[in-house]
């Protein structure tokens, strides 16, 4: 079992930034893939990034890509998703997610683990 605490969500204007942060505990952290998802109202969730159990790989919609990056210390056991340049439509929910296996992934289904989420909103 993987416990997952996201963090760091809050209120930003647009153009502005923000830091997440994802800290997981119970089984060795680094033997697990680390995903970030969002959800807004009344939309399905969606893919923002994913990264390999050794950090060494990424993976990012194409909606955040260049704007967002993520990133992971294996010694805190703590994922992170650094949104930069952030946009009104970046306004959600965002979860963390821990997935077994080596293979980025984008569907949601293909992760283990989920957090609760932390609230961002961006105004314009």
């Known amino acids: 079992q993987v416990q997952l605490v996201e963090s760091g969500g809050g209120l930003a204007q647009a153009g502005g930034s923000l830091r997440l942060s994802c800290a997981a505990s119970?089984?060795?952290?680094?033997?697990?893939?680390m995903g970030w998802f969002r959800q807004a109202p009344g939309k399905e969730r969606e893919f923002v990034a994913a990264?390999?159990?050794?950090?060494?790989?990424?993976l990012y919609a194409d909606s955040v890509k260049g704007r967002f990056i993520i990133s992971r210390d294996n010694v805190k056991n703590t994922a992170y998703l650094q949104m930069n340049s952030l946009k009104p439509e970046d306004t959600a929910v965002y979860y963390c997610?821990?997935?077994?296996?080596?293979?980025?992934?984008?569907?949601?289904?293909?992760?283990?683990?989920w957090g609760q989420g932390t609230q961002v909103t961006v105004s314009s």
């Open positions: 990264i390999s159990s050794s950090g060494g790989s990424t």
């Open positions: 119970g089984r060795t952290f680094n033997n697990y893939r």
């Open positions: 997610a821990a997935g077994r296996g080596l293979r980025l992934s984008r569907p949601g289904n293909e992760y283990d683990y």
